[in-house]
């Protein structure tokens, strides 16, 4: 079960529901994976909400990571989130409000 005081969201994904959190390491790899540079750069990139799928399979991956699944971007890109892209997206943004707070 998920609990919001750490930032965790749940979400179901492959019909099981998951715990995905932003941890310190999972946000440092979405850093270098999206050339952030730092926290601050992270928060600015997606304070507009635009976002690409390439963004959605980075912070899904470190979310779900970050929550204690071990999974990589190809099963990722298997597994069926509920809502299909719509529901990824906003699983993404609701992952992002948890960790930044609601300026994201």
């Known amino acids: 079960m ?3 005081q750490r930032g965790e969201v ?3 994904i492959d019909g099981e529901e998951k715990t995905l959190c932003l ?3 999972a946000l440092a790899e979405l850093e270098a994976r999206l050339h952030a540079g730092d926290l601050v750069g ?3 990139r997606f304070a507009g909400g635009r976002v690409s799928a390439r963004d959605l399979t980075a912070i899904l991956g470190a ?3 970050g929550g204690g699944h ?3 971007d190809d099963d990722l890109a298997r ?3 509920e809502g299909g892209l719509k529901g990824a ?3 993404a943004a609701r992952l992002l409000r948890a960790t930044f707070g609601e300026t994201t």
């Open 2 to 4: 998920a609990n919001p």
């Open 10 to 12: 749940a979400a179901i």
């Open 23 to 25: 941890t310190l390491g």
């Open 42 to 44: 992270l928060s600015e």
């Open 63 to 65: 979310g779900l990571r």
């Open 70 to 72: 071990p999974v990589t």
């Open 79 to 81: 597994l069926h989130i």
């Open 89 to 91: 997206a906003e699983l």
